[in-house]
Nanobody, 116 residues
Framework: QVQLVESGGGLVQPGGSLRLSCAAS????????MGWYRQAPGKQREVVAA???????NYADSAKGRFTISRDNAKNTVYLRMNSLKPEDTAVYYC????????WGWGQGAQVTVSS
């Protein structure tokens, strides 16, 4: 069973940057399309960014131009670089498979708080 461990969250001022990491156990990581999701208090979980096994990327409108998703298959890790952060980016961020009906179990997530 694949386990996901997110890290890199924290408290940052508006306009600041963070880089999140998500490490996946298991050897099947590289063949999976991966996504970053986030869930703000009182809101449903939403997709922020996606990267296919071939490296193609896609972003939610709210993330375009500010966030960059990448992956290192040798390290079984997917990253999310977030620049120009806004208070509305405050949420718990998770990674998981994407473009599939079968997700892996969710990790603990990485809390991102954007506040002055």
């Amino acid at each position: 069973q694949v386990q996901l461990v997110e890290s890199g969250g924290g408290l940052v001022q508006p306009g600041g940057s963070l880089r999140l990491s998500c490490a996946a156990s298991g050897s099947i990581f590289s063949i999976n399309d991966m996504g970053w999701y986030r869930q703000a208090p009182g809101k449903q979980r939403e997709v922020v960014a996606a990267i296919t096994s071939g490296g193609s990327t896609n972003y939610a409108d709210s993330a375009k131009g500010r966030f960059t998703i990448s992956r290192d298959n040798a390290k079984n890790t997917v990253y999310l670089r977030m620049n120009s952060l806004k208070p509305e980016d405050t949420a718990v961020y998770y990674c998981n498979r994407i473009y599939t009906t079968t997700l892996w179990g969710w990790g603990q997530g990485a809390q991102v708080t954007v506040s002055s």
